[in-house]
């Protein structure tokens, strides 16, 4: 029998060693499908509008209802409600047996991602083509966006006021479009440039149509014929440009990666994976002891601005009607008891050691895919600059509750102290001083069009907020 040396034996005690989550005590049958619903919904979700109008649809078949604030409504314990703010956000919620000044346990997450958007007037025509005019949101590498397949989504309002919901590019033999770039025998002066201005913003212009009207002598002929398609297909002039929010974004679906199939590749994960495993772990809630709520905003990319952003009031204005519609006497000290009193994660995603990219990592510090959800106590950047820095006491809270039910986790940094940084909505909740802690899963080519994350992972997190919910 080999002798097992006191040093040994003392490692082993005291030491903490992050492992891989696959060799942990899972289902493998649930891990894959749970993998398939999240691919699909990805699919079908690549906008704020859709992710938030898929959330609904699940609610609705679990017997959510929505929360009307008709006079007389009453909610009791039990209860499953919703309310949406103007398609781009939705709160869920399960009320609890708990009475609301005691706070509430919530998962926020965001279905805004890095993409292109159209401009105003963005149509034109130029050297016999048609290209639309974009401005790109959030944080991305505009090269990347440059000669892959690409999908238009959106609305668009006509002069009466009928809204026009497009996605087009999606199925096949739909048309895709393209932003293209120089052919390398031409690009001498291009690659000479540093990366992030290779491609300007104002080149990043979609291309739209190329055949003219069928008449002689006709100026802007080809940019004709697309306004006369338009409007054959949608009944929409130039003028409805104005009126519309129309988005860029791949065309390409949700794909398994890798030969062992372990990975999940797509567009939109940063942060539709917190979001869908969020949204899925209070579908599933019945009974809690404290009221549960799942809140998905738009708006992070670009610092949660706007009234549908982690800035509005949507979420005060909700929790004050929950508070309102849970007791015989509210007050305001009864909204402000149940904001300071609730404990929230920030679902959000983070950076995983890439091996490719080591260098900007502090190894023992950072997330590893495959690892579990990863618990990240501050974010920010240099000095923890715009960093929320959770308490020890709630982290200590929250990863004893995972170890308790059996969610493998770990920590991780976003990158070395000076490499760079990044946020979450957490500040914005951490100001109603309320206990507030990111924890999400890690992914792989974050701001991406086509984002890497791992199936366990995935999964981990789902278990992970399933957990929360009945703290």
Known sequence: MERVSEGNRLRKKYERKFASAWLSDFAEKSVQTFSESYMNFLTHSKTEREAVE???????KCGFLPLTGNPGEKLNPGDRVYCVNRGKNILLAV??????EHGFNMIGAHVDSPRIDLKPNPLYQDSEMVLLKTHYYGGIKKYQWTTIPLALHGVIFRE?????????????????FCITDLLPHLAREQMEKKMKDAVSAEEL????????????????????????????????TEKDFARAELEIVPAFHAREVGIDRSMIGAYGQDDKICAY?????????????????????????????????MQSAFLDNTIA????????????????????????????????????????????????????????????????????????????????????????????????????GGGTIANYLARANMDVLDAGPGILSMHSPFEVSSKIDLYSSYLAYRSFYTL
């Not at 809204?163 to 048309?175: Q, V």
């Not at 209070?282 to 549908?308: F, H, M, Y």
Request: charged content about 25%; overall charge negative.
């Open 95 to 100: 009320i609890g047996r708990e009475p609301p």
């Open 160 to 176: 009466n006021g009928e809204k026009i919901c497009l996605r087009l590019g999606e199925r096949d033999g739909e048309p895709c």
């Open 277 to 309: 495993t969020s949204l899925q772990a209070i579908l599933e809630l019945r009974d809690p002891q404290r009221t549960a709520l799942c809140l998905l905003v738009d708006k992070e990319e670009i610092g949660s601005e706007g009234n549908t952003g």
């Open 54 to 60: 898929n959330a609904e649809g699940e609610a609705k």
């Open 321 to 420: 009607r929950l508070c309102a519609l849970t007791t015989d006497h509210y007050t305001e000290f009864t909204f402000r008891d149940a904001l300071s009193g609730s404990k929230f994660l920030s679902a959000d995603v983070t950076d995983v050691v890439d091996p490719t990219y080591e260098g900007v990592d502090d190894k023992r510090n950072s997330a590893f895919l495959g690892n579990g959800i990863v618990v990240t106590k501050y974010t920010g950047s240099h000095g923890k600059g715009g960093a929320n820095d959770a308490n020890a006491e709630f982290v200590s809270e929250i990863t004893n509750l995972f170890d308790r039910n059996h969610v493998v986790w770990q920590t991780g940094e976003m990158g070395k102290v000076d490499a760079g």
């Open 205 to 236: 212009n979609l291309l739209f149509g190329s055949k003219p009207y069928p008449e002689e002598d006709l100026e802007d002929s080809i940019k004709i014929n697309i306004f006369d398609l338009l409007a054959n297909a949608y009944g929409i």
